[in-house]
C-alpha cells in the first residue's frame, strides 16, 4: 500500500482486504470441493493438498516479482498550503 499515490491509499486499502476476505471465503470452499470430488476418501484429501500447495506456490511468485520504480521527480507541482505570503 505504501507505492498508492496519496489519493489512491483507500483504494488501495479495499483491494488488498477484498483480496484477503476472497481468500478466506474460497480457500476451505475449493478444499471442501476438491474433498467431494475426489470421493471423500484420501485421494480427494490429497487433491485439496495439492490445490492449496499450488495457491501458496503462485502467491509467492506473485510477491517475488520485481516492482516498478517509482518515478523520481513528481507528475503535478506541489499545491500551496495556504494563501501565498507577502
Sequence with gaps: MTAAPPDRIATAGSIVQLA???GFAM???VAT???ALGGRA???TRIGLGIAA????AAVLL???PRPAAPLVPSEPPVPAGPPIG
Design 20 to 22: 484477503r476476505s476472497l
Design 27 to 29: 480457500g476451505p470452499a
Design 33 to 35: 470441493a476438491a474433498w
Design 42 to 44: 484420501e485421494a480427494g
Design 54 to 57: 499450488l495457491a501458496a506456490f
Design 63 to 65: 510477491l517475488a516479482r
